[in-house]
């Protein structure tokens, strides 16, 4: 989709215009989330995809008028989804979270990224949450860098401040935290993370994607 785009659009030196390929990038950003979450895999997304391809050798916009999503039914079907680690999308929706904060720097193409239960799992073990399946909801997770590697005897929200801000061991080593600015302004800003925070991330993580999806267009 994307070749298609730059075959159609580029000039004769190879370059294009950024703010136009930003916009269509942003585009069929939101529309391959939302589509493939309930439609996962390439020959799922052909039938809507073709025809925005021969628009775009048109030169045509790319709109999706054929499948854009209702508010409240997109918004109902995110909050019903498991966000398993298992699922690559997951960790989609985590990167492309990450990414909404304006002060988020980039990050080395090279970075080893993990899932991280901000509420974590052993803790949940010591101090169950009231809904167990909170610990495993998109509001209690986050991309952090392999290297920061919180020990899991590291349970506490307390303990893992001082991983993502960074630290000097006993040793005199630096232990370097992580580039994610969402958990350096949590490690900050609070002194827990309850389970009150992970609904309330759950749903801003949530409301934040649908109103993407209305700012490019794709909602009815």
């Known amino acids: 989709l994307l070749s298609v785009w ?12 950024e703010a136009v390929l930003y916009e269509f990038l942003r585009l ?17 997304l052909r039938v809507p995809v073709f025809p925005q391809m021969e628009r775009i050798v048109d030169h045509k ?36 979270w990450a990414f909404q904060n304006p002060e988020q720097k980039l990050m080395s193409l090279d970075t ?20 167990p399946s909170h610990v495993e909801a998109l509001g209690n997770k986050a991309m952090l860098e ?24 006993d040793k005199g080593i630096e232990k370097v935290g992580t580039d994610n600015q969402e958990l350096l302004d949590l490690a900050r800003t609070h002194e827990d993370f309850t389970e009150d925070d992970i609904t309330r991330r759950t749903d801003e993580i949530i409301d934040s994607f649908v109103d993407y999806l209305g700012d490019v267009g794709l909602l009815k």
Not at 35 to 44: D, H
Not at 114 to 130: C, F, G, M, Q, W
Request: charged share 30%; with cysteine; proline share 3%.
């Open 61 to 96: 916009p790319a709109e999706f008028s054929a499948y854009r999503f209702g508010r409240e039914d997109i918004a109902s079907r995110f909050k019903a989804y498991a966000f398993t680690n298992q699922r690559r999308f997951t960790r989609s929706m985590l990167v492309w």
């Open 28 to 44: 069929i950003t939101g529309f391959i989330y939302a589509y493939s979450m309930e439609r996962p895999g390439v020959n799922a």
């Open 112 to 131: 080893r990224l993990e899932i991280e239960h901000i509420y974590a799992k052993k803790r949940n073990d010591v101090t169950p949450l009231s809904d």
């Open 6 to 17: 730059f075959l159609a659009n580029h000039d004769k030196d190879e370059s294009c215009d």
């Open 146 to 169: 392999k290297h920061v590697n919180i020990r899991a005897s590291d349970y506490r929200f307390s303990d893992k401040k001082k991983y993502y801000e960074g630290f000097v061991n």
